[in-house]
Structures are given as C-alpha cells and as structure tokens.
C-alpha cells in the first residue's frame, strides 16, 4: 500500500458544505510541511504561500487559492487520530 492508498482511508471529519481541499490534499500539505520544517500550523500555512502556485497546478485548487493557516489547524483539530492510525489496516501503536 503507498502513502496515497493510505491518506485516502482516513475519514474526513469535515461536513461536505463549504469544502475547498480533500483530505488527501490537507493531509499531504501538512506531511510535506513537516518534511520542509514546518512544525506548526502557521508554519504549514506560510509554507503553501510560498509553493502557492505548485500546490495549485498539482492539487487543482479552486479559485488559485490554497489552504489557509486557520484552515490547516482546523483540519488538525477536527482530524480522527486513531483513523489516521488505523489507515494502513492495521493499527499503529507507540511504545
């Protein structure tokens, strides 16, 4: 299973109105913001500013915009830690 195989089971914790991203999409923004050092929310957010135009051409965000920093940490703190955990099929644990 790859990681977009993976992203795509998570349960999306949003109601549907009002939706600009998918999941996949706010997931995988975070996930490289981390890869890039961007720990925090408004870190994540400067982060899509500046890449705004590759994450639009990649992802095909509506209206050229891409996610806010308010945005980004509402999709972290609706997000469903143990569907993330489970994503793979198998439950992820910690020691």
Known sequence: MNLLECLEE????RRL??????AVSMLLIIIMGIL???????????????????????FGFK????PSHVSIRSFILAADFSSIQTANGQA????
């Open 17 to 22: 109105q009002g939706q600009r991203y998918t």
């Open 92 to 95: 992820i644990t910690f020691p």
């Open 10 to 13: 998570v349960k999306d914790p």
């Open 63 to 66: 209206k050229n915009k891409v």
């Open 36 to 58: 890039r050092g961007k720990y925090a929310y408004r870190e994540i957010g400067r982060f899509c500013e500046l890449n705004k135009s590759s994450l639009i051409r990649k």
